[in-house]
Nanobody, 124 residues
Framework: QVQLAESGGGLVQAGGSLRLYCEVS????????VGWFRQAPGKEREFVAA????????DYADSVKGRFTISRDHAKNTVYLQMNSLKPEDTAIYYC?????????????????WGQGTQVTVSS
């Protein structure tokens, strides 16, 4: 069983930065990747970024590549999403999720556990 809790969302002006946090608690010592997804009003949920268990493999959606950075700290059981040069189109609810196994998948069906989400709003 894996539980995830997001924080760090908020309101920021275009061009600004935010750092999202995903605190992960798990009791089975299973290896798992962590991904960030987002869902804007009226749109489908989309992949943002993912990091493998070791942290050595990452993947990003083209829309955020070069602006967002995903990383994880096992000592703190936390995965971070650093978001720079934010745009109004980044406005969405951001969810972190855990996918048991290896790699850094971008397919949401690979993810078995989900957090409740945190709102990110970017004003123009």
């Amino acid at each position: 069983q894996v539980q995830l809790a997001e924080s760090g969302g908020g309101l920021v002006q275009a061009g600004g930065s935010l750092r999202l946090y995903c605190e992960v608690s798990e009791r089975t010592y299973t290896t798992y990747a962590v991904g960030w997804f987002r869902q804007a009003p009226g749109k489908e949920r989309e992949f943002v970024a993912a990091v493998s268990w070791s942290g050595g493999s990452t993947d990003y959606a083209d829309s955020v590549k070069g602006r967002f950075t995903i990383s994880r700290d096992h000592a703190k059981n936390t995965v971070y999403l650093q978001m720079n040069s934010l745009k109004p189109e980044d406005t969405a609810i951001y969810y972190c999720a855990a996918a048991p196994g290896v790699g850094a998948p971008r397919i949401d069906s690979r993810y078995s556990y989900w957090g409740q989400g945190t709102q990110v709003t970017v004003s123009s």
